[in-house]
């Protein structure tokens, strides 16, 4: 019973932090993002199947809106990555955003 109880606990508390991170994006690793992104999205937004999309293309507070809600990202469905991958790929985003101090075109 006690062990039952101690593993119930303990699944609650994996996916509180598991939901919590998923609220906490940024800090990720941007250098590790630009990688992922390139692997991962420029597949497709190269213009070619999908829109080009680069760090610059829009600003920081703009990509920051567009990951709050990642079910309104229209090819969200098809991402294979982990939380932690997409979490990286924003901080690439947003940390070259068209206002921050470094933009990024990436071609
Ligand atoms: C299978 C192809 C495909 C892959 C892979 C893909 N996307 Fe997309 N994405 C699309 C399409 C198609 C659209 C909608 C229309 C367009 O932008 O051409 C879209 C739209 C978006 C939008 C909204 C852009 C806007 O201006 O409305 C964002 C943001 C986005 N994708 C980010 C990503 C990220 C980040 C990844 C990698 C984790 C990714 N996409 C991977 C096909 C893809």
Not at 12 to 19: E, N, Q, S
Not at 45 to 72: C, I, R, V, Y
Not at 91 to 99: G, I
Request: charged letters at 25%; hydrophobic letters at 40%; a positive charge.
């Amino acid at each position: 019973m006690q062990r039952k109880l101690m593993l119930l606990a303990a699944s609650a508390l994996v996916m509180f932090m598991t939901v919590s991170m998923a609220f906490a994006l940024g800090d990720g690793n941007g250098r590790k993002g630009k990688f992922l992104y390139r692997k991962n999205c420029r597949t497709c937004h190269n213009g070619a199947t999908a829109k080009d999309l680069s760090p610059a293309d829009m600003t920081q507070a703009e990509w920051k809106a567009t990951f709050a809600d990642m079910s309104k990202i229209k090819c969200s469905g098809d991402w294979t990555v982990s939380e932690e991958d997409v979490n990286d790929i924003f901080t690439y985003l947003h940390d070259y955003a068209k206002d921050s101090p470094s933009p990024a075109k990436c071609s």
